[in-house]
């Protein structure tokens, strides 16, 4: 399996404007997890999917964000509208259940200037 | 709500000096216990993890952990470090149905 696949890897637009974050689990894993990432706040979990339905999105900051995932291979995040502070390094990894570790994928660096 | 707290925030080590990481979590009940570790620039990758049996696990690279229940720790440990082992750290913690990351460790080696 190639892991878990993320695009794009870099991603910078300006303030405003909508974001699209997107992600492939490993092929059988039950499990998929949006991270972000920043030096002040550190590792950040925003929401997590079973079988592609959305269990806890707590961690999501606020409405402009949402996640969707339409099928066991495939998932979204989107920011709209984006700002500056979103400027993140987004990681999305998948495991089989929560008990087993979790593969994260290569990330993408987002700026919104 | 549970939570995992790692000691230290940066460590700085030379070469060939021996390094403990602490992670300690709130839980009570039954856990799984992990440690990552994320090299400059990349994703985060499993070192080590423990489900049960053996307290005393071992990882990739040298790297081992101690399960403590009483202590509510899982520090990590490796005898002699080697400038490759600068990284972040994180200890996770299993519970129910979600897993905590720690705030990480930064460990920095120098030659």
């Known amino acids: 399996d190639a892991g878990v696949i993320q695009s794009p890897r870099h991603e910078v637009t300006e303030m405003g404007q909508e974001v699209t974050l997107r992600c492939k689990p490993i092929s059988g894993h039950d499990y998929l997890f949006w991270y972000r990432q920043t030096m002040m706040r550190g590792l950040e979990l925003l929401i997590y999917f079973n079988n592609n339905v959305p269990i806890d999105d707590s961690g999501m900051p606020e409405d402009r964000f949402s996640a969707k995932m339409p099928n066991a291979s495939f998932s979204t995040l989107k920011i709209q509208p984006s700002e500056p502070r979103d400027s993140a390094v987004y990681f999305c990894?998948?495991?089989?259940?929560?008990?087993?570790?979790?593969?994260f994928g290569p990330g993408t660096r987002l700026t919104v200037t | 709500a549970q939570s995992v707290s790692q000691h230290n925030h940066h460590v700085i080590l030379s070469e060939a000096a021996s390094l403990e990481l602490g992670c300690n979590y709130s839980?009570?009940?039954?856990?799984?216990l992990f440690w990552y570790v994320q090299y400059p620039g990349q994703h985060l990758q499993l070192l080590l993890k423990y489900f049960s049996g053996d307290p005393l696990v071992k990882g990739i690279k040298g790297f081992e952990a101690e399960f403590i229940k009483s202590k509510f720790s899982f520090n990590l440990r490796k005898p002699s470090v080697q400038w490759s082992d600068t990284a972040e750290y994180f200890c996770?913690?299993?519970?129910?149905?979600?897993?905590?990351f720690g705030p990480g460790t930064s460990l920095s080696v120098i030659p």
């Open positions: 839980y009570g009940g039954t856990v799984n």
């Open positions: 990894a998948s495991s089989l259940t929560t008990y087993y570790e979790q593969y």
């Open positions: 996770a913690v299993n519970e129910n149905d979600k897993v905590i």
